[in-house]
Structures are given as C-alpha cells and as structure tokens.
C-alpha cells in the first residue's frame, strides 16, 4: 500500500514537474490560465490530464489539435514515480529518503528547463540548496558536527573540481564551458553528499556526459561544437549514486 500511494503522488507531481518547467521560463501564472494545449491552447479537460494514461489514450496528440504532446513529458510522468519507489525501496522510510526525493524532483525540473533554454537562470537554482541545509540541520541537532562536515566537504570537493575542469577548458578553448545557473547548482547539489560520494558523482555525470556526446555527434544529430545541457548529465550521476552505491 505504501508503495502505491508513493507512485500516486509521484505521478502526481510528475505532472504538476511538467506544467512548471513549461510556465515559469516563460513567465505564465502557475495558477491561470487552466491547463492548456502548447500548441492551440485549448483548455485541457481533468480526462485529458491523467498522468501516463492520457498519453497512451490519445496516441500522445492533442484531443483538439491533433498535435503532438511532447514525448518528454510522458517520459517525466512515467519516470518520477518509479525514481520515487525505488528511492523507498533502497533506502526505506524516513528523512533521507524525503530529501533524496525533493533533490531529484528538483534535478529533473532544472534538466526540463535545461533541455528547452540550455541554461538556467540563478533563481532557479535556488530550491536545490534547501535539502543539504536540512541534512546539515540534523547532523548539528545530532550533536554530530563532523557529519555536517561531511557535507561541507563534498560541496567543497565538487566546487574545487568544477574550477579546475573550467580552468582547464578556459585554457585550452578561451572560453568559460558552463553559465552562472550550472555554476551554482553543482555546490547545491553537492551538499546531500560526501567527498567521496561527490567525486563519483562527477565521474558518472562526466561519462555519461561524454558519451551522449560522441553519439550525437556522430549520429549527426548535433555539430561538434553544440553546447550541451550539462543538468541532465548531473542529474543521472545522482541517480546512479544513490540508486546504486
């Protein structure tokens, strides 16, 4: 029972996920108008916004339009809630898990956003820091300092490695390889995790980085000098990280 009302309020807010990365880029009210079609902005009837089920029903078009819905979206409402059982499933019931949910809910809205705009602004950064500081909060009201320093740590770790890879690029290419959004969302990130935890968290993010890179490239689907969105390359080594490690 508990996993299924996990999966219901994932999909739940796998949706609501959606409607934000699609309204907040482009300055539109999160509350009117009612939800809508991107492509005739018909008013979408509550039948229509089943999360998962919709999609299959209307073959992923539009009911009105017959445009197509974009398949990231049903990837996103099929997604958060399995991401979200298997959360429970690895690491059980209790704070941990809520904030692991919170950083990987807010991971997956910034590589929304990331995708369309390849960047993100400052502001939207901004939700990532809360679950580390929370982590940090307990390890002090523990009584247990050096946790909190475990924390401190990795965001030092992953800052450190971050400068150093920009560095080096900045060397070799007379160019800055990330904006100020991806800058400042690795350090929020970072503090849900240790020193350790973090280096292989870049390892992860950089491999899979490079290797949808070549494949695009190759495939002819992007030019060698096409500016990757960097958040969902991170977001996966987070998952890989705490789904398997």
């Known amino acids: ?81 399995l991401i979200y059982a298997a959360l429970y499933l690895n690491i059980g019931p209790g704070c941990t898990f809520f904030i692991y949910c919170y950083l990987i809910t807010v991971l997956v809205y910034l590589t929304l956003v990331d995708i369309d705009y390849g960047a993100i602004s400052s502001y939207d950064i901004i939700p990532v820091y809360p679950g580390g500081i929370v982590l940090m909060s307990f390890s002090f009201l523990g009584k247990l300092p050096y946790i909190a320093r475990h924390y401190l740590y990795g965001a030092a770790a992953a800052t450190v490695l971050l400068l150093i890879s920009c560095l080096i690029v900045y060397i070799i290419k007379k160019r800055v390889p990330i904006g100020v959004g991806d800058l ?29 890179g070549f494949a695009l490239i190759y495939t002819g689907k992007v030019v060698r000098d096409f500016k990757f969105p960097m958040i969902p390359f991170l977001t996966a080594g987070v998952l890989i990280e705490i789904l398997l490690f």
């Open 184 to 212: 400042l969302v690795i350090p929020g990130v970072s503090l849900h995790f240790g020193m350790v935890e973090v280096i292989r968290i870049m390892i992860f993010s950089s491999i899979i980085g490079i290797l949808s």
């Open 1 to 81: 029972m508990v996993l299924i009302f996990i999966v219901l309020v994932g999909l739940s807010i796998a949706s609501f996920i959606g409607s934000l990365s699609y309204r907040i880029p482009r300055n539109i009210s999160i509350v009117t108008p009612p939800s809508f079609c991107i492509s005739c902005k018909k008013r979408l009837k509550p039948y229509d916004l089943i999360p998962v089920l919709s999609y299959i029903l209307l073959g992923g078009r539009c009911r009105y339009c017959r445009s197509k819905i974009p398949l990231k979206y049903f990837i996103l409402e099929l997604s958060i809630p």
